[in-house]
């Protein structure tokens, strides 16, 4: 069976690259609090016993990296979901960006709850995203 690719494809291009920008901007803020909070490399995470800024640091490093934690099965199902359902998955794929931002910025403030204030915007997409993923997966099976 040949699977054929919708030019609309094209939009789930884009997203993704559009994340990966988005996680670079994450990255970015994580080496300024380094440096304003003064966490050297390679230390991951501050401790609060040494340094009075810990949990403010700690929630910043650890919002980009629970991103980078689901990166990957985020890029995962918007590709594959994207194939058989490009607008759908480029939708998704946008709220589950908008939703990035607002878990990443939550996080940031140094009060850890702020990040599922609108951040949870973020796993409705992905769960959406796999009922894409699945689907298309179904679809392929019945040929």
């Known amino acids: 069976m040949a699977v054929e690719i919708p030019k609309e494809y094209g939009f789930v291009v884009l997203v993704f ?3 990966t920008f988005f ?3 994450m990255a970015f803020q ?3 609090a380094r440096k304003r909070y003064k966490v050297p490399y390679p230390t991951l995470y501050a401790i609060e016993s ?17 991103s980078l934690e689901v990166m990957p099965v985020f890029f995962a199902l918007l590709l594959l979901g ?11 794929g946008i709220l589950y960006t908008v939703g990035r931002y607002f878990y ?5 403030t140094g009060v850890p709850d702020n990040r599922l204030t609108l951040g949870r915007l973020s796993f409705f997409a992905l769960l959406g995203l796999m009922v894409c993923t699945v689907s298309f997966g179904v679809h392929l099976l019945r040929g």
């Open 82 to 92: 994207g194939v058989r359902y490009p607008v759908a998955a480029t939708a998704l």
């Open 17 to 19: 690259v559009f994340y």
């Open 50 to 66: 040494e340094n009075k800024d810990a949990k403010l640091f700690n929630c910043i490093q650890r919002g980009h990296q629970n």
């Open 104 to 108: 990443f910025s939550g996080y940031s």
């Open 30 to 32: 994580v080496g300024k």
């Open 23 to 25: 996680n670079f901007w």
